[in-house]
């Protein structure tokens, strides 16, 4: 647009020239000095940008580290509107159409308004569009697929096994005053109030999004991997040179990792996980996650898992991820709301025990 307006006031210029002879030999000089020079910077400009778009149009190439493995390294996050099983309404339809992903996605942001992290826009938790924790406000964007899950084609869980459904229809029901089904039906020790409460471990794998820090910090070195997620913190510290799983007897709360180079993919395999923190209470004698990071542009990494627990599901089943890069920093997960509610959680338990046992026995708390 510079250049035209120029040549527009150059065009000018000449033509001011031409309809007045009388200029002295000097001016004439100038004025074609300056149309040489404009002429001149004209073509410098047209250079840099013919120079730009053939950058522009360069392909993508993967990038190395000096230990000549793909670099996955940055910060990233995995936000997202999209569902783990498939809504009915695409049935066995993988991806969505343009018009469908962006409706999608704008009926997202759209609901972030509406709710507060999954609750209701009047329930007593803060605003995430106040504190700037809503998913459109760190880094999410558009997933063309209908589910996360990929297989089953059908976009849904696969059917659990006879024994795991007799499992789950014997547990007791979730307590219909919790938040969300969060809060525990009894509080008798610490133990009942779970791990998240305590602020010991979110669990994972597998990486999921969530509604809020969601971001993974990935550092590579030529014998391990680490991954970083932001929910509490924890680094995972992952061994490519090889060596077997830890032994059997030996469970971790985010299981025992070991990865390796399947050409331009990193895949992680964990095993070992601890009783009471598998995902969607798989069995941890046969539980097995397996992971797929790869990069396939220079915003994108596809994560792909595969859950393999032959006691639980009827079939392996796998679920596609992709995670985006964001500038950063990943700031800490600093959990010390369990420091306190711990305590209050089972002082009001023990009111609740005691309310109930006066109500027994006939004795109004006025009474005692």
């Known amino acids: 647009m510079r250049n035209r307006s120029l040549a527009g006031t150059l065009a000018a210029a000449i033509a001011a020239a031409l309809a007045v002879p009388a200029l002295v030999p000097a001016q004439t000089t100038s004025t074609a000095k300056t149309v040489g020079n404009a002429q001149t910077r004209t073509k410098r400009d047209d250079s840099a940008k013919a120079a730009t778009k053939t950058v522009e149009k360069k392909p993508w190439k993967l990038s190395y580290t000096p230990d000549g493995q793909p670099d996955l390294q940055g910060i ?37 308004y509406d709710t507060t992290l999954g609750n209701a826009a009047d329930s007593p938790f803060y605003d995430a569009t106040t ?42 029901a979730p307590n219909p005053q919790a938040n969300a089904g969060n809060a525990p039906t009894k509080a008798d020790t610490a133990a009942d109030v779970g791990l998240g409460v305590r602020c010991i471990t979110f669990g994972g794998p597998p990486i999921l999004p969530s509604v809020t820090n969601s971001d993974l910090r990935i550092v590579q070195s030529a014998e391990s991997v680490l991954l970083e997620w932001e929910w509490d913190s924890t680094p995972r510290i992952i061994p490519l040179d090889g060596r077997p799983h830890l032994s059997s007897n030996i469970r971790r709360l985010n299981g025992d990792s070991r990865g390796h180079w399947e050409g331009n993919t990193l895949v992680v395999e964990t095993t070992n996980f601890r ?24 915003t994108t990494i596809e994560y792909k898992f595969t859950v393999d627990d032959p006691t639980t599901w009827t079939e392996r089943w796998s679920a596609i991820v992709p995670f985006s890069r964001i500038k950063g920093p990943m700031p800490e997960f600093s959990c010390s709301e369990g420091n306190f509610s711990l305590v209050e959680i089972l002082a009001a338990a023990r009111a609740a025990d005691k309310a109930a046992n006066e109500g027994a026995t006939g004795f109004p708390n006025s009474q005692k």
């Open 76 to 112: 990233w996050t995995n936000l997202s509107f999209t569902p783990m099983a498939r809504p009915a309404k695409y049935g066995n339809r993988e991806f969505l159409t343009k018009e469908e992903m962006d409706w999608d996605f704008k009926a997202g942001v759209a609901r972030s």
């Open 275 to 298: 009783p009471g923190v598998t995902y969607l209470n798989a069995n941890p004698d046969s539980l097995k996650i397996t992971e797929y990071f790869t990069r396939t542009d220079e």
């Open 131 to 172: 504190y700037a924790l809503d998913a459109w406000q760190n880094g999410i964007q558009p997933n063309p697929r209908t589910s996360l899950i990929v297989d089953p084609p059908n976009g849904q869980f696969p059917p659990l096994t006879q024994e795991a459904a007799k499992k789950r229809a014997a547990r007791p």
